[in-house]
T-cell receptor, first 114, second 111 residues
């Protein structure tokens, strides 16, 4: 049973470009969470999704950021018109039950905006 | 606001000694608390959790203590090994959908 898979592991974008981060949850998991981590800091919640639904996006910036978890395929975190401040590690977690303590994290995508 | 903080940013211990990592939290409504270990370049790895109605829970070589009176959480690692070197985060869930993480403590194990 593969763990949570995130790709790409590293992503470099120029300012103004779009970044797409993908997350495939563990098999059977229908709850996905995205977190952002700045260097030397803890993870900050961004969004919680179930299949085809956004449940809680209270941590998402109001502009440029969006997330989806379609019926088929991975969850996507999309950042439009990236700025240097978007440089961070983005982690996805999945769980079998809503906000279970048994949430498993992926290896993260490290986004660098140049 | 919600916050989870740590007393010590870096902890150095000798191999074989016990380690204690501390965490202060602010939200009394949190239902459970979790400790994660994060190695360089990797995602957080679940270590142990504790429900708010408990004050102690033990795992393999780890013990978590919860003191709700002073809103304090600690992680004890017995017989610390070089493989325990990592950043350790405490996290709480003030609401049902998300975890609030602390800033992290770096644990360095000296051989």
């Amino acid at each position: 049973n593969a763990g949570v898979m995130q790709n790409p592991r590293h992503l470099v974008r120029r300012r103004g470009q779009e970044a797409r981060l993908r997350c495939s949850p563990m098999k059977g998991h229908s709850h996905v969470y995205w977190y952002r981590q700045l260097p030397e800091e803890g993870l900050k919640f961004m969004v919680y999704l179930q299949k085809e639904n956004i449940i809680d996006e209270s941590g998402m910036p109001k502009e440029r950021f969006s997330a989806e978890f379609p019926k088929e395929g991975p969850s996507i975190l999309r950042i439009q018109q990236v700025v240097r401040g978007d440089s961070a590690a983005y982690f996805c977690a999945s769980s079998l039950y809503p906000m279970s303590t048994e949430a498993f994290f992926g290896q993260g995508t490290r986004l660098t905006v140049v | 606001g919600e916050s989870v903080g740590l007393h010590l940013p870096t902890l150095s211990v000798q191999e074989g000694d016990n380690s204690i990592i501390n965490c202060a939290y602010s939200n009394s409504a949190s239902d459970y608390f979790i400790w994660y270990k994060q190695e360089s370049g990797k995602g957080p790895q679940f270590i142990i959790d504790i429900r708010s109605n408990m004050d102690k829970r033990q795992g393999q070589r780890v013990t978590v203590l919860l003191n709700k009176t002073v809103k304090h959480l600690s992680l004890q690692i017995a017989a610390t090994q070089p493989g325990d070197s990592a950043v350790y985060f405490c996290a709480e869930n003030p609401s049902g959908n998300k975890l609030v993480f602390g800033a992290g403590t770096i644990l360095r194990v000296k051989s």
